[in-house]
């Protein structure tokens, strides 16, 4: 069974900068496409960004390009998100989750087999 476990959210200002990281265990992590998702309260979840098993393909929202950057280490089974330039509307619960079709990025949160519990990104004004 995979698990997935997030860490790195907390409270920062505007501007500021935080990283996240997921560890992953139990699975075939080099193979999976890796993704972030985020729900702030009220709202659906969304995808913030992915990246595929080569690591040549990743996948931004159109909000954060430019100021996040997904990453994976395959030998450490950990994939990372790093967030620069934080506005108060990237507030959420970020979650960390794996998609076991070979190859490919799906944007849909329905696609996505396994989740980790989630981290709280808050950023003040």
């Known amino acids: 069974q995979v698990q997935l476990v997030e860490s790195g959210g907390g409270l920062v200002q505007a501007g500021g900068s935080l990283r996240l990281s997921c560890a992953a265990s139990g699975g075939t992590f080099s193979m999976y496409t890796m993704a972030w998702f985020r729900q702030a309260p009220g709202k659906e979840r969304g995808i913030v960004a992915a990246?595929?098993?080569?690591?040549?393909?990743?996948y931004y929202a159109d909000s954060v390009k430019g100021r996040f950057t997904i990453s994976r280490d395959n030998g450490k089974n950990t994939v990372y998100l790093q967030m620069n330039n934080l506005k108060p509307e990237d507030t959420a619960v970020y979650y960390c989750s794996a998609d076991k079709a070979y190859g490919l990025i799906r944007r849909g949160p329905n696609a996505y087999d396994y989740w980790g519990q989630g981290t709280q990104v808050t950023v003040s004004s």
């Open positions: 990246i595929s098993w080569s690591v040549g393909g990743t």
